[in-house]
């Protein structure tokens, strides 16, 4: 249980905030407070200073203005420090982050007597790699031969004022190698030049290591008592064993924030699909570039056979991959996606992915022998088995080539398995992709769940956890998150309702519109209300669910409005807050036409915004490929897909959306809802009643 004088001490800390700041204490703040406390404070440690009871998970959904982010730090820092642990906070959005580092954060440090370090951390890919920017000009001012060319890895002319530019900052302290801070935007073209995957990286062989900003930025992460993070690192690290990036999951206490995010970011996290066309043409490049390497002379007696082999293997691949083309082709017709019926592709199709595997494994090992070579051979002692110029250009692109075929068997495993009955089937689909100038047929898996996946290496691991957002619930029960995030049934759930008195702020409207969003009739009659209701000289925003109704409005709108209007998809997120905030501080009024992201994660609080339409309900998109996957495998079990997975999801996008209305204690406005099934159908009360508390009308 917690102890007397951890309970004291946040109590006093607590204190000295809300004094600090001149902050009014807030009874849900307290309350979060004291659950997230009680719950870490209830972990038993085994004597490796681990976990061994079933405790230190705590669920908390913190009604908007509750203060959870403060909540949440003051609760756990002092814990984790006094058990000697690292506090991960982790988020969804760069938008959350960044007020957690910019402002949140330095704030605590500032005005408690607490004292704490906090860093940022980021994957690898984010990160300057001095070795390839190094490589990079000396290319550009030919001084070194292109052996990478093969790889279709040779940088642009006119970057190198970039580069040139990047390696003075660098070098006088300016700029430290983190992407996101460079003052200007780096396209990915050019970036991919400068950045290296795990594969390529050669870590404290490089000569570059004592200066490397990935590895900087790794030892201040070490010495910091809380990290920041996102979701996809946190997972990355995760399926990588945990510790790889991140502290190890034993020695942390995580706090997952906008954690109604977590079991999407992990379903795309786990997604494996490959492009017939884009796999043949990058194993004929391994082909040719293996042929260059081994030409060149100097290849140790205890690789010569598998070098010598490789080729044969290659094209072994190449051959199987070429048969699968004209199958997939003929599978997808004039389709643009084509989802096989509870995972099960046909067994021709899945034979040719099993063929792969044979000659793809040797392959593998080949590669994961000469890269581990390679590196060596990088070691300034000089005992490689390759010559250290060999060695130095040809480390990063063979560890491209592995990393490539680390991904292609991965893929193929999924894809030629046959799913054990009794198990969530895994998601199996075509799709047609844009390739070059040209179009390729991408084969994807992804499993329907990763809720056993978060069981295990997370939810069992961590020392202790916080998963917290303002919608956790669904229709007013955790059962949905917890089936597709698995979280444990022994977990502490609390519900922390908002400060705002709801009913004295604002206004809930339900429209009877003539038709219904099924009806042909529809656009017009959203258009008709849209030009009666809307006030141009106020602050409003339109939340439409398909990008293709926003544009049809749009278009409708454009010449009547177009002094107030700003769309999605026309001008940058950030450029239409921007402007937006602008129009209205200038006394002019403004109308936002947004689609999912403008309908969470968006602060526009007072005038900004004092009416919020909701065009429809945000139900899932129905071809989803996972998402009719599990809705088929849950109507096999008997169950209702429209009630236990679309409705729970739809209820949380809305809820999300009626928040952009009341930010502050003294917003006010309206929140117009144009669906008329919210009426008209059973579960339409269902949503409603899920709603903030706002005074119907």
Not at 2 to 7: H, I, P, R, S, Y
Not at 106 to 130: D, E
Not at 326 to 342: A, H, K, T
Not at 610 to 627: A, E, Q, Y
Request: hydrophobic share 40%; with cysteine; charged share 25%.
């Amino acid at each position: 249980m917690l102890q007397k004088e951890t309970k004291e001490r946040i109590q006093g800390l607590y204190r000295e905030l809300i004094k600090a700041l001149d902050l009014k204490p807030r009874y849900g703040q307290r309350v979060m407070i004291a659950e997230v406390a009680k719950t870490l404070g209830a972990v038993h440690e085994d004597d490796k200073g681990q976990r061994d009871n079933d405790q230190g998970i705590c669920v908390v959904e913190a009604g908007t203005g509750t203060g959870k982010t403060l909540a949440y730090l003051l609760a756990a820092l002092p814990i984790a420090i006094e058990k000697e642990k690292k506090l991960l906070v982790s988020t969804a959005t760069v938008a959350l982050q960044e007020q957690i580092l910019d402002k949140d954060l330095p704030n605590l440090k500032k005005n408690i007597s607490l004292p704490f370090n906090f860093a940022l951390a980021k994957g690898r890919g984010r990160y300057l790699c001095l070795l390839k920017l190094d490589k990079s000009l000396q290319q550009l001012s030919g001084l070194l031969s292109t052996t990478v060319d093969l790889f279709e890895q040779s940088p642009e002319e006119q970057d190198k004022e970039l580069y040139e530019a990047m390696l003075l900052a660098y070098g006088k302290g300016d700029w430290d190698g983190d992407r996101d801070r460079w003052p200007d935007e780096i396209e990915n073209s050019q970036w991919n030049h400068l950045t290296a995957t795990h594969r390529e990286c050669s870590n404290r062989r490089c000569q570059h290591f004592d200066n490397c900003s990935f590895f900087k930025a790794r030892k201040a992460m070490e010495d910091a008592d809380i990290i920041v993070a996102n979701h996809d690192l946190v997972l990355s690290d995760l399926s990588l064993g945990g510790g790889a990036v991140l502290p190890a999951p034993e020695k942390t206490i995580y706090v997952l924030d906008e954690g109604h995010h977590l079991a999407d970011k992990a379903l795309n996290h786990f997604r494996l699909e490959i492009g017939v066309r884009a796999q043949r043409k990058w194993l004929t490049q391994l082909e040719k570039g293996l042929e260059q390497f081994v030409a060149a002379g100097g290849i140790p007696h205890s690789m010569l056979h598998s070098l010598g082999e490789a080729p044969s293997q290659i094209r072994e691949i190449i051959q199987t991959m070429s048969l699968v083309w004209p199958l997939v082709m003929e599978l997808l017709g004039e389709q643009e996606r084509l989802r096989f019926e509870f995972g099960q592709m046909p067994e021709n199709l899945r034979q040719l992915m099993a063929n792969i595997k044979e000659p793809l494994q040797p392959l593998l090992l080949c590669l994961e022998k000469l890269t581990d070579a390679l590196q060596k051979s990088l070691d300034p002692k000089g005992d490689g088995d390759f010559a250290r110029d060999v060695a130095e250009s040809w480390q990063a692109p063979m560890g491209i080539m592995y990393a490539r075929a680390e991904q292609l068997s991965e893929a193929v495993s999924w894809l030629a398995a046959e799913d054990k009955e009794g198990e969530l089937p895994v998601a199996r689909w075509l799709s047609r992709t844009p390739y070059g100038d040209d179009w390729d047929i991408r084969i994807s898996a992804s499993p329907i769940s990763v809720a056993g996946q978060l069981r295990k290496n997370l939810w069992w691991r961590c020392y202790g956890a916080v998963l917290t957002s303002a919608t956790l619930t669904a229709l007013n029960s955790f059962n949905n998150l917890t089936f597709e995030t698995g979280l444990p049934d022994w977990a502490n759930y609390q519900r922390v309702v908002s400060p705002f008195n709801y009913p004295e702020l604002g206004q809930l409207e339900t429209v009877n519109l003539a038709s219904d969003p099924k009806s042909d009739q529809f656009q017009s009659d959203v258009e008709q209300w849209l030009k009666d209701n809307i006030d141009l000289s106020k602050g409003s925003l339109i939340l439409f669910s398909s990008r293709a109704q926003l544009e049809a409005t749009r278009d409708y709108f454009i010449s009547d409005w177009y002094d107030n209007l700003l769309c999605q998809g026309f001008l940058p997120k950030a450029e239409i807050v921007r402007r937006h905030k602008e129009r209205i501080d200038n006394g002019d009024g403004n109308v936002i036409f947004g689609l999912a992201s403008f309908a969470e994660g968006i602060d526009l609080p007072g005038d900004y915004v004092t009416h919020v339409v909701i065009v429809k309900i945000p139900f899932g998109v129905p071809d989803d490929p996972i998402l009719a996957a599990t809705s088929e495998w849950l109507e096999s079990r008997g169950r209702n897909p429209f009630m236990d997975l679309t409705l729970p999801a739809a209820s949380v996008r809305l809820v999300q959306a009626c928040g952009r209305l009341i930010r502050k204690e003294d917003d006010h406005g309206r929140v117009s809802m144009l669906d008329k099934r919210l009426i008209s159908h059973r579960y339409g009360q269902l949503l409603l009643d899920a709603l903030p508390p706002l005074k119907r009308i």
